[in-house]
């Protein structure tokens, strides 16, 4: 369960990648937590009932996916 980072590090096992090196997106709080957990660069996508909350662990914060993957390049 979020805000434990099990679920981000089996996904980046499963893709043979290294944490550090993956971007996660989160509209939720705990999400945002796990990821940073996972040791992730974590962007928050609220949604309109996360809107406004916040997101500890989250290096930015971005409107829309579309938006996001402007982290893509960091």
């Known amino acids: 369960n979020k805000p434990a ?13 290294p944490p550090a090196l993956c971007l996660a997106l989160e ?5 945002a ?7 992730m660069l974590v962007v928050a996508v609220p949604n309109k009932y996360t809107e406004g909350l916040a997101f ?16 893509l390049d960091w």
């Open 27 to 31: 509209d939720s709080s705990p999400g």
């Open 33 to 39: 937590q796990s990821a940073a957990a996972a040791g």
């Open 56 to 71: 500890p662990g989250a290096q930015g914060i971005a409107p829309s996916l579309q938006a996001a993957m402007g982290y």
């Open 5 to 17: 980072p099990d679920i981000y590090l089996e996904g980046a096992r499963r893709l043979g990648v």
